[in-house]
């Protein structure tokens, strides 16, 4: 692995007399790893543990997706079978996927209290995830079907500050990071006629968590961008 961070290591107890108890000193370590990249959609999930203020109690491994190639290794395949990142892992559970990541998180953390608002969160992370990434970022559905949907949202982002109303939710991670790609990834596109939803974006860009995180690899691929642009040749 190649790269760990929030790694906080505790001994319980002051020291371990060996001579007074047979039980060795035990180095325990979180119980609950997040694999990333910075340039996975693990971003997405480093944000929602920020925003839930636990960050610090996850670690946060980073595979080298590039020359070592980790996220295909027999060892991670052991917590994704896939071999895609963002994975989870917390005691015996494995998880992947983002979206159930997501959910996972915001029901283990208590933000999730019944089963219609496991039912709205479950929703928004679906559309997120299907509908509106698909709409987005498969050229050949776009013409057809990215106005419609972002018509209905720039509506529903014309009544209410959030996702689900005026409280922030795991809903808002799910659908705002994606929203927040869309100028990193596809600048050719034009979200003007959509105001509601650019302010949308701009108020979750300037969370500090998703400002760390999410906006943050925004802008690094917006340079990757212009610096790639800068270094190809002219056209004739």
Known sequence: MSAIRNLKPFQSGPSCPRAVTRRPCVRTYAATKLYSNPASRGRIIEWYLHELGVAGDVEVV???MREKREHKSDWFKQVNPFGKLPALEDGDLKLFESGAILLYLADKYGKL?????????????LFANSTM????FVEQWRERSMPDIFR?????LSRQSYIEGDSFSVSDVAVG????????????????????VLAYMK???????????????ATEKKAETATADAAAPAKA
């Open 177 to 196: 990071a994606y929203l927040l790609y869309i100028p990193a990834f596809l600048p050719q596109l034009d979200l003007t006629p959509y105001p509601n």
């Open 203 to 217: 108020r979750m860009a300037e969370r500090p968590a998703c400002a760390a995180t999410v906006a943050a690899r």
């Open 152 to 156: 209905t949202l720039d509506e529903l």
């Open 113 to 125: 209290s019944s089963p219609q608002e496991r039912a709205r969160a479950t929703q928004w992370s």
């Open 133 to 136: 990434t698909n709409a987005v």
């Open 62 to 64: 980073n595979l080298d």
